[in-house]
């Protein structure tokens, strides 16, 4: 890797560590989204191996959404369902090449994305949730 490439790579990396709770969620939707979005393109062109990359991606970060849920919430039961229920539509476009349930899972993960956002401008305003420290 070259020095550009290196600083590049710090740069991104710092500015993760640099965002509060909510604004990671809000990049992992935001990855969940593009390559789901892409996923349905690769498997329309028949490329069902890349597409399967994309979507396996989106598996693990919906795992992961599910294991960070904070279960003394009410929410955080209808948000692992949905979450499940992504999955599943995506086991189902992997075993089928169908991406119809993709294509109407998009919809409703911006509109999930799109409440998240909102409530973390909402916070804000209020002046609550602060960007993490670096190492934390």
């Given at each position: 890797?070259?020095?550009?490439s290196s600083l590049i790579a710090r740069y991104q990396e710092e500015s993760i560590?640099?965002?509060?709770?909510?604004?990671?969620?809000?990049?992992?939707?935001?990855?969940?989204?593009?390559?789901?979005?892409?996923?349905?393109?690769?498997?329309?062109?028949?490329?069902?191996?890349?597409?399967?990359?994309?979507?396996?991606?989106?598996?693990?970060?919906?795992?992961?959404?599910?294991?960070?849920?904070?279960?003394?919430?009410?929410?955080?039961?209808?948000?692992?369902?949905?979450?499940?229920?992504l999955i599943g539509q995506i086991i189902k476009a992997n075993a089928t090449g169908?991406?119809?349930?993709?294509?109407?899972?998009?919809?409703?993960?911006?509109?999930?994305?799109?409440?998240?956002?909102?409530?973390?401008?909402?916070?804000?305003?209020?002046?609550?949730e602060g960007r993490r420290n670096v190492g934390t």
């Amino acid at each position: 890797m070259n020095e550009s490439s290196s600083l590049i790579a710090r740069y991104q990396e710092e500015s993760i560590r640099t965002l509060s709770k909510g604004e990671l969620i809000l990049r992992l939707y935001d990855e969940v989204l593009k390559n789901l979005k892409y996923a349905c393109r690769l498997f329309r062109d028949g490329n069902a191996q890349a597409a399967k990359k994309c979507t396996g991606k989106c598996r693990k970060i919906l795992n992961y959404l599910i294991v960070i849920l904070d279960r003394k919430y009410r929410l955080a039961e209808p948000l692992s369902r949905i979450y499940s229920y992504l999955i599943g539509q995506i086991i189902k476009a992997n075993a089928t090449g169908d991406t119809a349930g993709l294509e109407r899972a998009v919809p409703q993960l911006e509109e999930l994305r799109d409440a998240w956002a909102q409530s973390i401008k909402s916070i804000r305003i209020r002046g609550g949730e602060g960007r993490r420290n670096v190492g934390t």
